[in-house]
């Protein structure tokens, strides 16, 4: 058990944490040390898939805008060039108000968010609307890692947006925000703060309670846990016991060469918590894109890749060892096409980590696991999070700065008597659901969730075979946006009829 623990921790928390990217890390065993720096920890969204199958492309003009590095200080910094894609084939213009959709770009490649988010290109036409896709720039570049907050990135927007406006005499033109994951919680912030730029937003798939003690730790893992446990009760406790057949199969001599053998890594293994962390890392992604239909959003997959994960898992011949088990159920997620020769832990070794980078700032969301899940049982523990930021970026976490800047503890309540026209919507598969918003706060601050979605499945593009209860989510949000524009329009119409 303690020695799971130290597996666990803090990557896997750093992971999780990233929002839209890759759950945690696991790190070594004895002694308790964490090595964050896998890229397979669940982040929000994830990683682009290095294939490009089914991926729709729409089109849109690239545009760089020269962007404040620092909004809040006066010192003598260079500007950046902030990347944005903005499509106004179907945009009425500024004489009928017509409206700006505006996403909210999370940490990483703008065209693959853009390519990922149908939902805005599919409804753009019947609101004849604009479309601007920014670019969360300050992720590309260590030099400007320093800035990478969620209150630059939200004044970024804002900046964008006044100027993008003037540029073309579009003031009058209202703004709606759309985020999923981080960019979600960026989409729900940025209209909280700034309710003179943007009249409503869509934040889709965003723990925006993910922080401090708003929710228990073991939400995440929880919610991962469920979804196998739901699908099959003996998947879940194959891969419950796992943990320690991995772990005593690592102290025998040549342990590591046969786990690596077995789970056919390029390279040895140089600690069982890197292959830890390469399943949790599997099982969170599953469980986020744990849609209904096939997709290929953080690695291509079966539709339902978890019934599919249980499936070969429960379905191997008596007498399979219960690594080799693990092994043909996690093929599902890294290895759907037949395709990989062999595994490779460090894909991107070059790659800068932004989201680790958040995580040690203001993204701290505390994550542990209890024995009710499918991990091993681990308590969170700040202190050696702070530890493991301090060794891998020099930095000091600060955990309580983004409920002070943004609300925890009341925020419900000042939600309701300060903020309007928010939707936050859910899948309740994805872990990342039990940090959001599931219960409606005001009229106009609503939740909207449905049980078999996933992870911002709704910001997807449509596609024949969205089940009955997706295509009912999304023509809630269309209806509400409407409504957010109709009022829009009637208050303006009042103001100029005066
Ligand atoms: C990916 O895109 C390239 C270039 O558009 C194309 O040639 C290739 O067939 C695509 N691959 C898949 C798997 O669709
Ligand atoms: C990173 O940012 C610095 C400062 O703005 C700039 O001088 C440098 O060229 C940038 N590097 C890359 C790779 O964009
Ligand atoms: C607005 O116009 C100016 C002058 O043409 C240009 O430099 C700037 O990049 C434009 N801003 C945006 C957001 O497109
Ligand atoms: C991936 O799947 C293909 C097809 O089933 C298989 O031949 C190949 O060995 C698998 N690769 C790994 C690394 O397991
Ligand atoms: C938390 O981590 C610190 C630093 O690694 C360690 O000294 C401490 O014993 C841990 N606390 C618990 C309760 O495990």
Redesign the pocket.
């Given at each position: 058990m303690g020695d799971f623990t130290a597996m666990l921790s803090l990557p896997l928390l750093l992971s999780l944490a990233a929002l839209c990217f890759y759950p945690s890390t696991i790190s070594s065993m004895p002694p308790p040390r964490f090595s964050p720096k896998s890229k397979y920890a669940p982040r929000f969204l994830g990683k682009p898939s290095r294939s490009n199958y089914s991926a729709p492309t729409y089109q849109y003009d690239t545009r760089y805008f020269d962007q404040n590095?620092d909004h809040f200080s006066f010192s003598n910094l260079?500007k950046?060039r902030q990347r944005y894609l903005i499509n106004t084939d179907h945009w009425a213009g500024p004489s009928r108000a017509a409206p700006i959709l505006f996403y909210c770009g999370n940490e990483g490649d703008i065209e693959w968010f853009a390519a990922n988010t149908g939902f805005v290109w599919e409804i753009a036409p019947r609101f004849r609307a604009m479309i601007v896709f920014p670019e969360e720039e300050a992720y590309?570049?260590t030099?400007?890692l320093a800035h990478l907050t969620a209150e630059q990135a939200i004044a970024d927007f804002a900046v964008l947006i006044t100027e993008l406006k003037r540029n073309m005499s579009a003031q009058d033109c209202p703004v709606v925000l759309f985020g999923g994951s981080y960019g979600g919680m960026l989409a729900s912030w940025m209209r909280l703060k700034y309710p003179h730029i943007a009249i409503g937003a869509l934040a889709a798939s965003a723990p925006i309670l993910q922080f401090e003690d708003l929710v228990p730790p073991e939400t995440f893992y929880q919610i991962v846990s469920d979804d196998f446990k739901s699908e099959s009760f003996s998947c879940f406790n194959t891969i419950k016991n796992s943990w320690d057949v991995i772990e005593a199969e690592g102290q025998k001599k040549n342990g590591l060469s046969f786990l690596s053998e077995t789970f056919r890594f390029c390279k040895k293994l140089k600690s069982t918590a890197a292959l830890s962390d390469w399943l949790y890392s599997a099982y969170s992604y599953l469980a986020m894109a744990d849609y209904p239909y096939p997709a290929d959003f953080l690695m291509p997959m079966p539709g339902n890749p978890i019934k599919e994960v249980c499936r070969r898992i429960d379905n191997c011949p008596d007498g399979t060892s219960i690594l080799q088990q693990i092994f043909e159920g996690v093929s599902v997620y890294y290895n759907y096409t037949g395709t990989v020769d062999c595994f490779d832990l460090d894909d991107d070794p070059h790659g800068m980590d932004g989201w680790n980078w958040q995580a040690c700032t203001e993204m701290v969301m505390p994550m542990a696991t209890s024995k009710y899940s499918m991990f091993p049982e681990y308590s969170y523990n700040y202190t050696s999070y702070e530890e493991w930021c301090l060794g891998d970026y020099h930095v000091k976490p600060r955990p309580n700065w983004i409920t002070t800047e943004f609300g925890g503890h009341g925020f419900k309540h000042a939600l309701k008597t300060f903020g309007s026209n928010i939707i936050f919507s859910n899948g309740l598969l994805d872990p990342w659901s039990g940090g959001s918003v599931l219960e409606d706060i005001s009229e106009s601050i609503v939740a909207i969730f449905t049980k078999e979605g996933a992870h911002h499945l709704d910001l997807r593009p449509s596609t024949a075979e969205d089940p009955d209860w997706l295509v009912e989510q999304r023509a809630t949000e269309i209806k509400i946006i409407r409504s957010w524009l109709d009022e829009y329009l009637e208050r303006k119409r009042a103001v100029l009829d005066m």
């Open positions: 590095l260079p950046f590309r570049n030099s400007t």
